[in-house]
């Protein structure tokens, strides 16, 4: 009785990645936590980079009048700005600031897109493996999550979305650089997916926002280049965060960014600003606001983390594990040498090596590797890995 | 097409509090904001106390490995532990850490509350006046509210309170001291509620909460003493900020404090703390945690607020206004001279004075002051009130 039924639901849904927590901390708490290798989380262990300190510094050295005070639930416009000329210089398209509303991260930003788009039912498709705390977000704002297949190399498979798409789709999330696979979506696909879309559209007389979260979008590797996801859809909106790319995800900053072609952007972006206020964000938090406004092209080292994810994958891949290389983010997401990835993923803790099953994003048979780590970390890990591969002879 | 039906709806039930917002904005550019006095925002002018700023720059000088990266979602162990503390001094009720979850501000507080208790359809009463975004609140997390009138110094009735309860109601929301009419409940009077609540929890086999907003706590005149609400029920559930204690709006820190004695606790703070994540809250901002850790006994000085509403009220009162001397907050909710509050409200926009008409607080026929501002310009607003007062000679 002392909460909702449907949070008790959601909660027992997600019990086992908690058991899986609490039996990460038993472990540590047991062997002391330098004897555990802890590949669970997505929680950088970079510091941010030294331009971010700089700027703090800067602001507590000269504090602005009223800079801790309410301002425009949208955000200040001197950051807004900073945000669209650097997403122009980017993209080449003209965005404005009142194309930018700073939210509380990317998660705050994505919530904020659901509930001003969604009327009851209508169904948000998603593509498989993903971030599952999307199903929350979706449910949140009182629609359906419709999970789509991709293939094996985790790129989403089309004809898999169109038979998905139907009168009642209001979005279609994707996340490239993917959380947990890694993959970065080609221009050529995301073309297609416009299309698609656009298509459907007319079809159905309705409008199809796809979302792309691009919380990763500035961790990318290979040399290979970002696609705008803008000029494939007009109906397009990003959602992002100085989580990862800043290493600030303790300090809920991050965007949402609307196609300045969207039809009704006014409307659109004043049902942002709107839901921002009234699902209790109320604007992304003031200090980071003006830390952020100058590091519009400051990045933590991606070569750190290529280098890591170097170092993994041959280990993996020499082990025989079957990996698809990652272009982006900071995991990886094998396939488990078990058809149990639960069963797989308890067998690494036995190593003392914490991963998550790939249930956990709606794709059993395979667990998520995060390597936002130290180089010890990793290096630690590469016993388990190799033992548990050996026990159940993987090559 | 571009917005829900519902986000559209909310929108323009409250699009005349925009107008007038825009009204004004527009005044300014007129008339030069140093001619226009606005008492229309809860955005306290005074700045943080010196000790926030210190805090902050010891923080800046030695920052500690890791202190913008995420924490457990219920906040860092060492900043729940010190509002423990303070409440425990404040009501002499052994809190510990686990009774507390760090917050996106109160607003994200009573947020995370609403989602983790209500079932669909649940009723949440709300005393009038109150903050009219309970009800976006109320309504995000599939609630409904019912509104209870309080006598002539706004004080709740009781059998108004006790006629409103049925079989579905999960909550009672408490504001006290209130926005907008400043009045600060008596122990008696909280003591009464709980009495009732308890009364009415047995009468139907239901569990009701009782959550008190406390977010004007610390700013509270003549001596009076703050009634801790959680020794009078035990389903009773705080929700606060440091808005307005440590003059920090913008920056989004605050908490939910669970009674103790509440049943069933611990499933209670487990979905408090599933809902801050899977709202997309994920956590209160870093930074901010570790800054108030220090300042649980540091507030803004309320001698200055007194101050400020000795002057308001008093020149008020001698033009022929009908005000309930405000005790706490930095409000105050005179009688509108003219039955229709908004008209009065549009007369003082012509006298350059902006203020909030009653119906924006769900009590039409009175009309909000915010006196959080600058003694010029509460001084420049004296004119336009004198003015429009003779207008309608009120006295």
Not at 14 to 43: C, H, P, T
Not at 57 to 82: C, I, Q
Not at 230 to 241: D, G, I, L, R, W
Request: charged letters at 20%; one cysteine or more; a negative charge.
């Amino acid at each position: 009785m002392a909460i909702s039924d449907n949070v008790r639901k959601r909660m027992e849904e997600g019990s086992w990645i908690r058991r899986m927590f609490e039996e990460g901390a038993s472990l540590k708490q047991q062997y002391g936590e330098e004897n555990v290798f802890d590949l669970s989380l997505g929680n950088p262990v970079m510091e941010p980079p030294p331009a971010f300190g700089q700027e703090l510094r800067k602001l507590v050295d000269s504090p602005g009048r009223g800079m801790h005070r309410y301002m425009a639930n949208a955000g200040y416009p001197e950051t807004r700005a900073a945000v669209a000329a650097q997403l122009k210089l980017e993209t080449g398209i003209e965005f404005s600031m009142d194309d930018i509303v700073m939210t509380c991260g990317a998660a705050g930003a994505l919530n904020v897109v659901l509930k001003t788009i969604l009327n009851p039912g209508e169904q948000v498709i998603v593509f498989a493996p993903y971030f599952v705390e999307y199903d929350n977000y979706i449910d949140n704002q009182g629609g359906a999550s419709i999970v789509v297949p991709t293939d094996e190399q985790f790129v989403p498979k089309l004809d898999a979305l169109e038979a998905a798409v139907t009168a009642k789709t209001k979005a279609v999330i994707i996340n490239s650089p993917n959380n947990p696979s890694g993959a970065v979506y080609s221009q050529d696909l995301i073309h297609q997916i416009g299309d698609l879309l656009g298509k459907k559209e007319s079809q159905y007389g309705t409008r199809i926002f796809l979302i792309s979260d691009e919380a990763y979008r500035k961790i990318i590797y290979d040399g290979v280049t970002y696609p705008a996801v803008f000029h494939h859809h007009p109906h397009t909106v990003v959602v992002t965060s100085h989580s990862k790319d800043l290493a600030l995800p303790g300090e809920r900053i991050g965007y949402v960014a609307v196609n300045p072609t969207c039809t009704q952007r006014e409307e659109l972006i004043a049902g942002l600003t709107f839901c921002n206020r009234t699902l209790g964000y109320v604007n992304a938090p003031a200090l980071m606001q003006h830390a952020v406004r100058n590091l519009q092209q400051v990045t933590v080292s991606v070569a750190e983390y290529q280098r890591k994810r170097d170092f993994l994958f041959d280990h993996l891949v020499e082990m025989g594990y079957r990996v698809t290389k990652p272009q982006g983010a900071f995991y990886m997401f094998p396939k488990s040498p078990l058809e149990d990835d639960v069963v797989f993923v308890n067998e690494l803790q036995q190593w003392k090596v914490l991963t998550v099953p790939g249930r956990g994003f709606g794709s059993p048979g395979y667990f998520r590797i995060s390597y936002c780590v130290t180089d010890r970390t990793l290096e630690g890990s590469l016993e388990g890995f190799r033992g548990a591969a050996q026990e159940f002879s993987v090559s």
